[in-house]
C-alpha cells in the first residue's frame, strides 16, 4: 500500500470572538509536506490519501472560517466555510449551514431542532470545531468516506432525557432526521475505494476532478423523489461511557440517475 506522511508546520491558529451575539471562529493550518503515493483521489488520481508525490512542499491544509449567529434567545444560524487547496470547483466553499431551535428544557427533557446541511451524528471521533478528529490528523477510513460524500440536508430533531439533573446516573437521547440531495453517496467509494484523509466535500464542490482517472463526482443531488432518512439513539454513562446507534438509509433508486 504507498504511503504518505504530512506534518503541520503550522498549526491551529485560532481566534474566537464574540461580539452583538456572533461568534467567530477562524483557524489556519500550513503543512510540509512528503508523499511517496499516488496522485490523490480528490486530484483525479487512484490515491487513497490527500496528497500524492505532486504534492511535495508547502501545502494549505485548512483555512477555516465559521461564524454562529444567535437570532432571539432559541435561534441560532450557523455556516462553516473553508478553503483546502485541493483545486475544487470553488477555492472556498461551505461544508455546513443551518438553523439549530433549542428551546429550554422541559422538566428533565430537552428538545433541539436543527434545519439546514450538517453532519449526521454518525463519529465518535470527529467531535472538534469543523467536524475535525482532536486525536489524529487524518481520520479513520469510515469517517474519512463520510466527510466525502455524505451530509444531511434537511431537517433533525433530537430530544435528550437529562437523568443525571434528577440524581440518575446517565442522560439518553432519541435523533430521527429526513433529508434529501444525496443520493449519490457511494459513488466516490466505489470508484477509490476507502481513503485516509482529514479533507471533506463542500456543499457545492465535487470529489475528484473531470479530467482525472475516475472523473468527478457531485455528491449532492437529488435523482429521485426519495426522502433519507436515519434514528438513533445514544446513551452516556457519568461522562464517562457512550454508546450510540444510528440507522442510516439514503432511500436511493439505483436505476435511476
Known amino acids: ?66 461564524v454562529s449567529q444567535d437570532l432571539g434567545d432559541l435561534l441560532t444560524l450557523k455556516i462553516d466555510a473553508s478553503a483546502w487547496g485541493q483545486h475544487d470547483r470553488n477555492p472556498v466553499d ?17 428538545p433541539r431542532l436543527k434545519v439546514g ?32 460524500e455524505l ?9 435528550e432525557w437529562l437523568g443525571t439533573h434528577s440524581g440518575h446516573d446517565f442522560n439518553a437521547g432519541a435523533v430521527v432526521g429526513v433529508y434529501g440531495w444525496n443520493q449519490g453517496a457511494g459513488d466516490s467509494l466505489t470508484d477509490s475505494g476507502f481513503t485516509i484523509t482529514d479533507w471533506q466535500g463542500s456543499l457545492f464542490g465535487r470529489v475528484g476532478r473531470p479530467n482525472g482517472v475516475t472523473g468527478a463526482n ?8 426519495r426522502a433519507g432518512t436515519y434514528v438513533g439513539l445514544d446513551v452516556h454513562y ?14 436511493a433508486n439505483p436505476g435511476v440517475g
Open 1 to 66: 500500500m504507498p504511503a504518505g506522511r504530512a506534518i503541520p508546520a503550522c498549526a491551529a491558529l485560532a481566534v474566537a470572538v464574540c461580539a452583538h451575539a456572533t461568534d467567530w471562529d477562524a483557524s489556519l493550518d500550513m503543512r510540509l509536506v512528503a508523499a511517496d503515493a499516488p496522485t490523490s483521489f480528490i486530484d483525479g488520481g487512484l490515491g487513497i490519501l490527500r496528497y500524492g508525490d505532486d504534492r511535495d512542499g508547502v501545502q494549505l491544509g485548512r483555512a477555516r472560517l465559521a
Open 94 to 110: 461551505v461544508t455546513e449551514a443551518y438553523f439549530q431551535l433549542h428551546p429550554y428544557p422541559f422538566g428533565d427533557w430537552r
Open 117 to 148: 446541511a450538517f453532519y449526521a451524528p454518525i463519529s465518535l471521533e470527529n467531535r472538534a470545531a469543523g467536524w475535525e478528529s482532536p486525536y489524529t490528523l487524518s481520520s479513520s477510513a469510515m469517517d474519512s468516506w463520510v466527510a466525502q
Open 151 to 159: 451530509r444531511t440536508i434537511g431537517a433533525e430533531f433530537k430530544l
Open 218 to 225: 457531485d455528491e449532492y443531488q437529488q435523482f429521485d423523489n
Open 238 to 251: 457519568l461522562d464517562r461511557i457512550t454508546v450510540e446507534g444510528l440507522h442510516y438509509d439514503n432511500h
